[in-house]
């Protein structure tokens, strides 16, 4: 038993952690996220310099590591400083697919950081199901053709294609699809950041993998989104964490400073207990990558589900122990309790990862 | 990182489970299963057959008797003794009283008191609570007045677990009002066989006669059973006080409470259908689920930095507010379970001979008074407001 990362794994956080403290600043991550394209070029390009990217892939893919681990580290380490920069939607999630299809010269470009791709799987009607896929896949001689719509795909102007999930007779499959192949139009998010509605009329696609393999591929594709979730919003949740304990100390009324009140000592003591949670709950999921089946699906489930309550309970808790400075586009808190909060919102809320638990506690 | 045991820990593991299924007794296993009553034969019976494979001091170092495992191999043991459902072990004696007399005890009170608290000749009990005393510890009042050899004690105490089968009672007690109240408190080990002494039961709200008042009028007590110094009782208590939170998120416990909730919430039916399968009901049961499997992993967190020699922070009043929080939870819904047949009060279904009709299933006779008997686990030992306190003061600081 051992609760210390490697060596290797340590370096790797202390990079990030000093990059990001000196080269990555709040003003400039909100003012971007406001904007097109929604993030900052030349720091994603950096991230992936500094091996940020190539951590989140193996060897064999000419990455250096790819372990849940290896995931948890990276995202903790960019949610402490709210790093709003696509790696987890254009690289974490569509590199490994793009791999297992053999496509080996898109995932080295990806991990270099001059590539992205963008996964294009939930639909409007389907609230987190990424099974619920209305869109169709035609055969068209060697390829496919595809027709229908999906939602919030995030970061999607400027990818070098999509990945698009489709029926056809044989169930589910996944399709590439390039860029001026599909309409889009793009939006800002609530937490900073882009994300587009696309659209296929007819689209022109290349069949990923085995025909009707689609679900498997991307389960698998989600289990890694969803660990990077809960570690970035366990990142976010430490920061906020450091400032509540600070403005506790230092923001005085009735003439004393307001951590002396028991009535917001008790809040925060739970907010504490419970971050230690969050923290335990990423610890499994991560852990639980080197697992299959059922056993895998409940941890990673958990994972999320605890992430979402949680992570609602920090957000709102901070705010009310700040008041209404909290509540201010100026003061950083807002921030960060925005993009925790929107956390809950990709790849299943609690109450999807919930049913999911049970679900699958039923299979095991 | 790597959340799993050692091959060492493993096969320590196998060695424990296999000893228990051998040698710990079906019909106590089975009182435990349910919940009922132990008797003090039961507790002194499984106590003895520890003590002779040599396991009853397992939390103790290898100089004073002990097993001197490290608290990975203690909490395996704790673990598996709950899993198998063996009786749990007072900790009065052996994790309070024990700890306290090897570190600031003399030579003659080890050599006396250490061997009779294994070997069943002593049973300890605890004296710390007063009536005007609960959370608020230190304000205590029961009084000891040196004169000559012996201390004089005068006083109450109360919410003493079992006093009602003690030897000994180990009390903190004043003796001197000077100074913080905290100065003023002395450690004092007092034989329940002195005149003036009064043990009165206290009936709980489920029935049960576990808690009593200990009354001390002119108690007689020799000066050699002070524990360390006059006035230092406090530190000692504190101490003590480390040893008690040790595994005190009962992991083992709830987990094994869990188990049977399912298994209970499986074959309860309501229109043919399994109460596992009522989606309101499944999401409780997968919540305390997933809050049980994060304590799990944090309560070992915890247990790998105590192997590592770090001092006890902020995560044991953690794991103790999220401990008893989930242990409760788990009897409230075993009793929603139940249905209406958890409004029988038949306490005395387990024991031999009863003849009066079974109402709840079998093993859940008395789930009602289980979950109104939990209701201390967020009282005692520090309530969780208390815990709360502490853990602001120990991050926050203020």
């Not at chain 1, 992570?311 to 003061?331: D, F, K």
């Not at chain 2, 103790?60 to 704790?78: R, S």
């Not at chain 2, 992991?251 to 409470?257: A, D, F, I, L, P």
Request: net charge negative; aromatic share 8%.
């Amino acid at each position: 038993m051992e609760f210390i990362h490697t060596d290797t794994r340590r370096m790797l956080a202390d990079t990030i952690d000093r990059y990001l403290r000196d080269k990555y600043p709040l003003t400039a991550r909100v003012e971007a996220g406001n904007g097109e394209p929604g993030f900052q070029p030349a720091q994603y390009e950096a991230l992936a310099e500094l091996g940020v990217i190539a951590a989140l892939f193996p060897e064999d893919q000419g990455g250096f590591g790819g372990e849940g681990f290896d995931i948890a580290v990276v995202f903790e380490e960019m949610g402490k400083r709210l790093v709003n920069e696509p790696v987890m939607d254009n690289a974490l999630v569509p590199g490994p697919i793009l791999a297992a299809a053999g496509l080996s010269d898109a995932v080295e470009n990806i991990i270099a950081g001059t590539a992205r791709y963008a996964l294009a799987a939930e639909e409007p009607q389907a609230l987190y199901d990424l099974t619920d896929v209305e869109t169709r896949a035609e055969a068209n001689g060697d390829g496919w053709v595809l027709t229908g719509a999906k939602s919030v795909v995030k970061y999607a102007p400027g990818c070098d294609g999509f990945i698009v999930s489709a029926r056809t007779d044989k169930g589910m499959s996944l399709f590439l699809v390039a860029p001026h192949q599909v309409r889009l139009r793009d939006y800002a998010t609530f937490d900073g950041g882009r994300a587009s509605e696309l659209s296929l009329e007819g689209a022109e696609g290349q069949l990923l993998g085995q025909e009707g393999t689609g679900a498997e591929m991307l389960q698998e594709a989600a289990d890694r989104a969803v660990l990077a979730l809960s570690a970035e919003a366990l990142g976010i949740m430490q920061t906020i964490r450091e400032m509540t304990i600070e403005y506790l100390r230092t923001r005085k009324q009735f003439g004393v400073v307001i951590g002396k009140f028991q009535a917001l000592q008790h809040r925060m003591a739970e907010m504490l207990l419970e971050i230690e949670q969050a923290r335990s709950a990423v610890i499994n999921a991560a852990n639980a990558m080197a697992l299959a089946g059922p056993e895998r699906a409940r941890i990673i489930a958990a994972a999320k589900y605890s992430i979402g309550r949680i992570g609602r309970l920090v957000a709102e808790e901070s705010i009310q122990m700040h008041g209404g400075i909290a509540m201010t586009w100026e003061y950083d808190l807002g921030h960060f309790a925005k993009r925790l909060v929107m956390i809950d919102h990709e790849w299943g809320d609690q109450d999807f990862h919930l049913a999911r638990f049970i679900e699958q506690g039923r299979a095991a | 990182m790597d959340l799993n045991f050692t091959q060492e820990e493993i096969e320590f593991r196998d060695e424990v489970r296999g000893w228990l299924a051998k040698n710990l007794p079906r019909d106590l296993a089975r009182k435990v299963r349910s919940e009922s009553h132990l008797t003090k034969d039961d507790m002194l019976r499984w106590q003895l057959i520890l003590h002779e494979k040599g396991w009853l001091t397992y939390s103790w170092p290898a100089e004073f008797g002990g097993t001197g495992w490290g608290p990975v191999k203690q909490f395996i043991f704790e673990e598996e003794m709950a899993y198998a459902c063996a009786p749990r072990l007072l900790p009065f004696g052996l994790r309070m009283l024990g700890p306290v007399l090897m570190k600031f005890g003399t030579k003659e009170q080890q050599d006396y008191y250490l061997p009779r608290m294994c070997d069943g000749t002593h049973w300890w009990c605890q004296g710390y609570s007063e009536p005007g005393a609960g959370s608020d510890l230190a304000s205590l009042k029961t009084a000891a007045v040196r004169e000559g050899d012996h201390y004089i004690v005068n006083g109450q105490k109360t919410w003493t677990t079992l006093g009602q089968h003690a030897d000994w009672i180990f009390c903190l007690v004043r003796t001197s009002t000077e100074g913080k109240p905290q100065e003023g408190i002395s450690f004092l080990l007092i034989d329940m066989k002195s005149p003036g002494i009064e043990v009165r039961p206290i009936q709980t709200i489920d029935g049960g006669r576990e808690v009593n008042e200990v009354w001390f009028s002119d108690v007689k007590v020799p000066v050699e059973n002070l524990v360390g110094e006059e006035n230092k009782g406090w530190t000692y208590a504190k101490y003590l006080l480390t040893h008690e939170r040790t595994n005190i998120a009962g992991v083992g416990k709830s987990n094994q409470e869990l188990a049977r909730l399912k298994e209970l919430a499986s074959s309860q039916k309501r229109n043919g259908k399994a109460l596992a399968e009522d989606p309101h009901f499944a999401a409780r049961m997968a919540r305390v689920e997933i809050d049980l499997m994060n304590m799990e992993i944090t309560n070992l967190r915890v247990l790998a930095q105590a192997e590592a020699g770090g001092a006890p922070g902020p995560e044991s009043s953690m794991l103790k507010i999220l401990g008893t929080e989930i242990e409760q939870e788990l009897t409230d819904l075993t009793r929603r379970a139940l249905g209406r047949s958890a409004q029988a009060l038949v306490p005395e279904a387990d024991d031999p001979g009863f003849n009066g009709p079974y109402v709840a299933p079998e093993g859940f006779q008395n789930a009602s008074g289980v979950y109104f008997n939990h209701r201390k686990t967020t009282i005692y030992g520090g309530s969780t407001e208390i815990q709360k306190n502490i853990i602001n003061k120990m991050i926050v600081g203020l």
